[in-house]
């Protein structure tokens, strides 16, 4: 047997040596069709992306006819470069530059030489394309948008660069593909397919028609049409309210973790990014570093969420047993915590249980909450940490995983952060005791404020905030029906949506009731710090507010953020009840809050605070400290000089 082994190895090995011979040589062809690629032209069809819709139905971006001009360096002949360039309305000096950028990639294979033409051009040229060998025409199509508001939520289209036609085989020279937003998440799912033509052709290099009478032709593909959850109505007035403003606005559906508007301010209207002025415009955007346009504020800003936060200090509270509803705390307009260390407070002062600390934001009330909290255990390690999961449990902290190609973790401090921050130890409940506001060390992002509220809504339980509804003959991601529920238990969330409901009748928004619908919501002021030349610097606080409504089945939850707006019920109060009436009511009943939204501008509290006007005061400050520390200084020398000797 053992004799036999080692022939029938080779023989059998023999056998299928000569049997993928046979495929490759009489059989399959392909390896022909690459040897012969140097008479063979590859022209692609490029499909139309797939249309973009919202939540109802209504279209938002569709296509329109583009027109690339490429060229083949090698297939060049002399010519009328000058009528050429006359034609296309560019100068001599922009024909070399881009010829020679051709040459660069490849002499052979085809590149784009001018990007989207108009119809005007394209009719030009092609009149004239028979007498500039080398150069042909190549139709494409380009973002067409239904309404100016959704930019952070598109993205847009550009061409591919070297690095991504070398890292993905799919894209070529001048293919168009989606950065940012849903056309970057869904890129495969919009683009389609290319279809590929082969065009044999003779000595003279003339076209004589397909290959193997088109064998190996492949038909193009439209990209699938995909449905947002997005409200486009919702969206586009969110947008007009943050005109003048910086910000966020984010609204979630929270039975089901659908996005209903992500509104970011300021913002941009996303039909400039297309056509001969993207480039142009898009540096534009990129090079304005005071507004930032570009910068998503809903998905990539982390603040201090302010009072909002106390939501999750009571719950943490609660779930620890360190206070009940019926616990009381006393505010004298604040609290002292420590020796010298005391928290201000403008509620009013007075006696406060559970459900009047969260109607009038005493930050005497959750002070005292979190300390007991953290001190429920042997020591402050243990009571953050046990703090710190169940506030991570509301998906914050973390990436928390939606179809966005961007955005932060925030922060959620852990023992760690203060090991590090106290290397010697002796750190105490009393050092920390700002997060239970949602100060010191704890940020959020807009989105994050508004999935926690959505959980709030929700008693306990969220699902994955996502902007994709539907995708044309495709399943979305299982993982957006996934339930995440946190570790408060479920009966702890009734006290306190009692208390949000609260600050709409006696409490902090109590001016801010809209007809109708039954709020709840949460008032809040976060603190605004910068840096200017290493000096720490209070800048006007921004201000936040989150709500859900109705308080029975809420169908949204939404958190609104104005960055150096105040107070929280003086800008993001009356915002948030204008998109809440639009969402649920369809309609603006009130009027005269509208108008004064509408005419709120920021913009000279963003010019007063530009990194211009903070060095100059800087510089001030600085110069006044040098004259004070002078005239003390002849104060002080004029008193040493006129005291007696004794």
């Not at 056998?15 to 040897?35: E, V």
């Not at 100068?91 to 020679?100: G, L, P, Q, S, V």
């Not at 750190?427 to 506001?437: G, K, M, P």
Request: aromatic share 10%.
């Amino acid at each position: 047997m053992r004799k036999l082994l080692l022939p029938g190895i080779v023989i059998v090995a023999g056998i299928l040596i000569i049997a993928r011979l046979f495929f490759l040589q009489i059989i399959d062809d392909s390896f022909k069709l690459k040897s012969e690629n140097i008479s063979i032209k590859i022209k692609y069809d490029y499909p139309e992306r797939g249309y973009i819709y919202d939540r109802n139905g209504e279209l938002m971006v569709a296509n329109q006819p583009s027109y690339d001009i490429m060229v083949i360096p090698r297939e060049t002949k002399k010519m009328d470069t000058i009528e050429f360039c006359n034609l296309l309305n560019i100068t001599k000096a922009d024909f070399i530059k881009k010829i020679e950028k051709a040459v660069i990639y490849s002499p052979m294979l085809p590149s784009v030489f001018l990007g989207q033409l108009n119809k005007l051009e394209y009719a030009a040229f092609q009149e004239k394309e028979r007498k500039f060998e080398g150069f042909y025409i190549q139709k494409r199509s380009l973002r067409d948008y239904q309404l100016s508001a959704g930019a952070n939520v598109f993205g847009f289209i550009t061409q591919a660069n070297e690095a991504m036609v070398k890292q993905n085989p799919y894209y070529k020279s001048g293919d168009l593909l989606g950065k940012q937003g849903v056309e970057e998440t869904y890129e495969t799912e919009l683009r389609g397919t290319k279809g590929v033509k082969h065009i044999q052709r003779d000595r003279f290099n003339r076209e004589i028609g397909p290959y193997k009478e088109g064998k190996y032709d492949t038909i193009a593909a439209q990209g699938k049409d995909i449905t947002l959850t997005i409200d486009a109505e919702l969206q586009k007035y969110g947008e007009a309210l943050m005109k003048n403003k910086r910000g966020g606005i984010i609204a979630i559906e929270p039975r089901t973790g659908e996005i209903l508007c992500l509104v970011t301010a300021p913002s941009y209207d996303p039909a400039i990014l297309v056509g001969r002025q993207r480039s142009r415009n898009y540096t534009k955007l990129y090079n304005d570093s005071l507004a930032k346009p570009l910068y998503d504020r809903s998905l990539l800003a982390e603040y201090p969420p302010g009072s909002p936060f106390k939501i999750l200090t009571a719950l943490t509270g609660l779930q620890s047993q360190a206070i009940d509803t019926s616990t009381t705390f006393v505010c004298n307009h604040g609290f002292s915590y420590a020796r010298g260390r005391f928290m201000g407070c403008h509620c009013g002062g007075g006696v406060r249980k559970l459900h009047m600390g969260i109607a009038k934001s005493c930050n005497a009330y959750f002070g005292n909450t979190y300390l007991r909290t953290i001190n429920k255990f042997a020591t402050p390690s243990e009571g953050v940490d046990f703090w710190s999961s169940h506030v991570k449990s509301f998906g914050l902290g973390q990436f928390m995983g939606y179809d966005l190609p961007t955005g932060r973790k925030g922060k959620i401090p852990t023992s760690e952060t203060y090991k590090k921050m106290y290397p010697n130890g002796g750190w105490r409940a009393t050092a920390v005791v700002s997060n239970s506001i949602g100060q010191g060390e704890v940020l959020m992002t807009p989105i994050q404020l508004a999935n926690m509220m959505a959980t709030v809504a929700n008693e306990g339980y969220y699902y994955t905030p996502h902007i994709i509804k539907k995708i044309k003959g495709q399943q979305i991601d299982p993982k957006f029906k996934t339930k995440h529920v946190t570790t408060i238990d479920k009966k702890y969330f009734k006290p306190v949506i009692e208390g949000l409901a609260e600050v709409f009748k006696t409490g902090t928004a109590y001016f801010l009731k809209v007809d109708g619908i039954e709020i709840c919501g949460k008032t809040g002021t976060a603190d605004n710090f910068a840096k200017v030349n290493g000096r720490k610097v209070m800048l006007k606080p921004h201000s936040v507010f989150v709500a859900f409504a109705p308080k029975k089945n809420p169908t949204i939850a939404i958190a609104v953020l104005v960055e150096n707006g105040g107070f929280g019920a003086t800008v993001a109060g009356p915002i948030t009840t204008l998109m809440l009436e639009k969402y649920i009511k369809k309609e603006i009943t009130m009027k005269d809050r509208e108008k004064r939204v509408l005419e709120t501008s920021l913009q000279g509290e963003y010019n007063r605070f530009s990194k211009k006007y903070l060095d100059s005061m800087y510089r001030v400050n600085v110069r006044k400290d040098s004259v004070l520390r002078v005239i003390n200084a002849k104060k002080l020398d004029s008193i040493k000089k006129s005291k007696p000797t004794t």
